[in-house]
């Protein structure tokens, strides 16, 4: 069988070379492409031969998926699968795998990193230190320490998220999701509504992935119920919320700020992006999983999927 990972994987050719030579040890065959393509005729001839096909967070498309006869596993590593075409792949009878986990540490750190660049004016007062001799003074902060967590969406991340929280000392979380977690309940999350989290939270912090029922869970109606001087976080997905309706909450002192990593699109953004003019906004271009340590670990999941496939076996293989 053959096994083509269709583009790199922010990791070193040397630790590639070492994931696939348990697949070339056993008889089979690897291709590894160096540079990415988002052009589908070249998507599709890389892939049309191989019974394994391996991607990252790179577009593949219906039309790629409807003409391959050969595949068999798409083995994508990356947790989030919205950017394949899962439709046609469960047409063709082609299986999907993803890598969740692997950011289950690098996501979660940057909401804490969005939280305290919020609540402490990190961004700003650089900006403003900056100014030398014109520096008008201090911003004064506040801290995490006694403060309501909202977490919206209890699995691995939403977890990981509250037990970080937890370290500062003192917080009242607070959990919504489709079914409760015991994990969850055992280190203190409470189970409400997602109105009655919104009404109490200080800081509400998003670990859903991306469907249709999550497309804009957080509208205009929603942000209407969240403290003043509340501030949301969105490390998941970024049609989970309305971004025109955030910009306006901000920009009318609805909520007190927001920390954004995703977005309706990937950056580069549209220059009237309603966010990019946004108030009190911390934003980062979609680097949530994005560690050397998180790469390392996703490559060897990745790996793994493709290896326990060729052994007959399976493993995180999506619902598509």
């Not at 999550?214 to 049609?239: C, W, Y």
């Amino acid at each position: 069988m053959k096994v083509a990972l269709l583009e790199p994987l922010r990791v070193s050719e040397d630790l590639i070379n070492q994931l696939a030579q348990p697949i070339l040890d056993a008889g089979h065959e690897f291709k590894y492409y160096s540079e990415k393509t988002t052009d589908p005729e070249e998507l599709y001839q890389r892939s049309k031969d191989a019974d394994i096909v391996m991607i990252a967070n790179n577009p593949y498309p219906d039309e790629v998926i409807e003409k391959l006869e050969q595949t068999k596993l798409i083995d994508v590593a990356f947790t989030g699968v919205d950017h394949v075409g899962l439709s046609a792949a469960k047409e063709k009878g082609i299986k999907v795998a993803n890598a969740a986990g692997y950011s289950n540490q690098a996501v979660p750190e940057l909401v804490i990193g969005l939280t305290l660049a919020l609540y402490r004016a990190i961004v700003q007062g650089d900006q403003d230190i900056r100014l030398g001799s014109d520096f008008e003074g201090p911003i004064q902060g506040q801290e995490v320490k006694g403060k309501t967590i909202g977490i919206i969406g209890t699995g691995s991340l939403g977890i990981n998220t509250a037990r970080i929280f937890k370290a500062f000392g003192e917080v009242n979380l607070l959990g919504y999701n489709r079914s409760e977690k015991e994990e969850a309940k055992e280190l203190g999350i409470k189970y409400v509504t997602l109105e009655e989290l919104l009404k109490e939270s200080d800081i509400v912090t998003i670990h859903l992935p991306a469907t249709d029922e999550t497309k804009h869970l957080i509208g205009a109606q929603e942000l209407e119920l969240m403290k003043d001087s509340a501030i949301l976080l969105n490390v998941a997905r970024g049609p989970i919320v309305d971004n025109a309706a955030l910009a306006q909450a901000l920009n009318k002192g609805k909520i007190a700020g927001a920390g954004i990593d995703v977005f309706d699109g990937e950056p580069p953004l549209d220059d009237d992006y309603p966010l990019l003019s946004a108030k009190n906004i911390v934003m980062t271009p979609h680097v949530g999983y994005l560690t050397d340590e998180a790469m390392v670990q996703r490559a060897e999941i990745a790996f793994d999927n493709a290896i326990s496939f060729l052994q007959g076996e399976e493993q995180n293989i999506v619902e598509n």
